[in-house]
């Protein structure tokens, strides 16, 4: 399919006021690495930021890969394993509700179809020196 390829998302500020908060990634491959940068616009949560750094760190890889995605974001490591059920119910989950941040999922979700994706979910981050 593809060579092994990490994505590390890490949240730089864990500021009290949540309008100062910001992502990086970096996607490791081959000992190798790219970053960015993902700050959280007013207005938008911190899931829907980490949502973010996530897609543009899928929107660096060009080729198929497998993928293991490192966060420490508890929503994005549990709820991706029903993105593809929510999206076959047209963006519905099972009692019917809509799925909160649904367009984030869909362009995850799009990022992700040419590759094998798996997330390890982090309570804390390894050190980015340490990656």
């Given amino acids: 399919m ?29 000992g190798q690495y790219r970053w960015g940068v993902g700050r959280r616009p007013e207005g938008e949560t911190k899931h829907q930021l980490v949502m973010r750094t996530a897609i543009a760190a899928f929107q660096r890889l060009v080729r198929p890969a497998i993928v293991t995605v ?46 094998t994706v798996r997330y390890q979910y982090h309570k804390v981050m390894p050190k980015e020196e340490e990656v």
């Fill in 2 to 30: 593809g060579v092994q390829t990490d994505i590390y998302l890490y949240e730089s500020s864990r500021a009290p006021k949540p309008r100062e908060a910001k992502y990086y990634y970096k996607v490791t491959c081959k």
């Fill in 70 to 115: 490192h966060t420490d974001c508890g929503y994005l490591a549990t709820y991706h394993k029903y993105a593809s059920q929510w999206k076959q119910n047209g963006w519905k989950k099972a009692k019917g509700e809509p799925v909160r941040n649904a367009q984030l999922w869909e362009q995850l979700l799009k990022l992700e179809a040419m590759h």
